[in-house]
Each structure stands twice: as C-alpha cells, then as structure tokens.
C-alpha cells in the first residue's frame, strides 16, 4: 500500500483496518476501526478532509476526492462516510457525505455537496447529483439517482450484513 503525506499531514489509519499493498492513500484521511479498503482504491485528502466510519468497506477499483475550501464556499466538501458502509466496485465519492448503513452499489457516482442519510441502497450506476439528499430507508436508482421505493425488511437488514461479510473477509487477508 500507498501511504503518502501531504503537506506534513499522513492518513490516519486504526491498527485493525485492512488495507490492500495496491491502494493509494494521501493526506488528511482517518479510518475508523475493522474498515478495509481493497485493491486499486485512490482516496486523496489533499484539499479537504477524507473521514470513514468503522466497518466500513471501499471496494476495488473505488476513487474516492473531495472539494477544496474558496470564497464561493468556504467548507468547500470533504468527504464523510459513516459506519458500516458498503461501497461497491469502481465508485466515485466527490465530496459528500454518507451516514451508516448504506450500501453504493457498483460504479455509482456521488457528487460534491450531496448527503445520503442512514439505511440506504443505491444502485449499480446510479449518480447522484450535486448537493441531492437521499432520504432514509429507500433504494435509489437511476442517472440521475431517483427515488424508487421503500427499503423491504430484509434489504434493511442486509446493510449490516454486507458490513460485517467485510469484516469476515479483512480478517482472513489480515490473518494470512
């Protein structure tokens, strides 16, 4: 793996993450504890923050960057992701926000300023627009992302799940 400063400031990563030899990750990042990141994930914390709950996993192939701080918006976006979070295969965060329990499905995009509440399913190549909320409790679909219906039990449960099949695996390359 690839972990580089940037401008004196290094990721910070708990000890019981895993994160895979191929990975890249620069400046101002924490990950929080029995999160893993896997092959080929780019995560820059260079113009803003990256933060990353515990249990929560970045899939293959997944970029993850974050909007530098101006004039026109003085916070400019970092990118916040909950716990227990899924991010599916080849993703891209751009400076949102992700609460707990959410599952990106493959190849979605998020863009800056939008913000995912807790318990939601959003689908394989589903992009959701600047500054856009996703609602608790539904599965999203679509370019653009729209609401599609309510989360079903099982689906609700299958978030945690997905959270902890993770945590299973990392466990196991961790082990090796």
């Given at each position: 793996m690839t972990i580089r400063s940037y401008r004196n400031i290094t990721p910070t990563i708990d000890d019981s993450v895993y994160i895979d030899e191929s990975s890249v990750l620069v400046g101002d990042i924490h990950i929080g504890e029995q999160s893993s990141v896997w092959p080929?994930?780019?995560?820059?914390?260079?113009v803003?923050?990256?933060?990353?709950?515990?249990?929560?996993?970045i899939q293959d192939g997944?970029?993850?960057?974050?909007?530098?701080?101006?004039?026109?918006?003085?916070?400019?976006?970092?990118?916040?992701i909950g716990d227990d979070v899924?991010?599916?295969?080849?993703?891209?965060l751009h400076g949102c926000k992700l609460g707990n329990r959410i599952l990106v499905g493959m190849?979605?995009?998020i863009m800056d300023g939008a913000?995912?509440?807790?318990?939601?399913?959003i689908g394989a190549g589903s992009l959701v627009?600047?500054?856009?909320?996703?609602?608790?409790?539904y599965l999203y679909v679509g370019n653009p992302a729209v609401k599609?219906?309510?989360?079903?039990?099982?689906?609700?449960?299958?978030?945690?799940?997905?959270?902890?099949n993770y945590v299973e695996l990392s466990r196991e390359y961790l082990n090796q």
């Open positions: 080929l994930v780019a995560a820059r914390g260079d803003n923050i990256v933060r990353i709950g515990e249990r929560t996993n997944s970029v993850l960057h974050v909007t530098r701080k101006s004039a026109q918006n003085p916070e400019g976006y970092p990118l916040l899924t991010v599916g295969h080849k993703c891209m190849g979605a995009i913000t995912v509440e807790d318990d939601v399913f627009a600047p500054n856009k909320v996703l609602e608790s409790g599609k219906r309510a989360l079903k039990d099982s689906e609700m449960a299958f978030l945690k799940q997905s959270a902890v």
